[in-house]
């Protein structure tokens, strides 16, 4: 069995800063931490301004699990908000190889 990778793609909701976003991004730690499975997390912005949150997990079933549950979580409304909905593109990709340093 491989890891899964979810990646999220997107770009912000006007006038959101980067620094407010990353804040934001800060308080669903507890909630990814809390599930068994969460084995790595990076949340990345590229030149372009858009921006990468991705999530390693143990299998398919968490990943898509937690994915159906985050938007239930009182940080999820703030967080939402901060992100324009029409740039949003998520997947689960089975991870085949890694490196690492």
């Given at each position: 069995m491989t890891h899964v990778a979810e990646i999220v793609t997107f770009h912000l909701a006007e006038g959101v800063s980067p620094d407010a976003f990353v804040k934001?991004?800060?308080?669903?730690?507890?909630?990814?931490?809390?599930n068994?499975?969460?084995?790595?997390?990076?949340?990345?912005?590229?030149?372009?301004?858009?921006?990468?949150?991705?999530?390693?997990?143990?299998?398919m079933d968490t990943a898509q699990r937690v994915a159906k549950t985050f938007a239930d979580q009182a940080f999820a409304p703030k967080l939402m908000a901060a992100i324009n909905p029409e740039t949003v593109k998520m997947r689960h990709e089975h991870i085949h190889w890694d490196m690492a340093a």
């Open positions: 934001l991004s800060q308080a669903t730690e507890a909630f990814v931490r809390s068994p499975g969460f084995l790595h997390r990076q949340l990345s912005q590229g030149e372009d301004g858009s921006w990468t949150d991705y999530v390693v997990w143990r299998d």
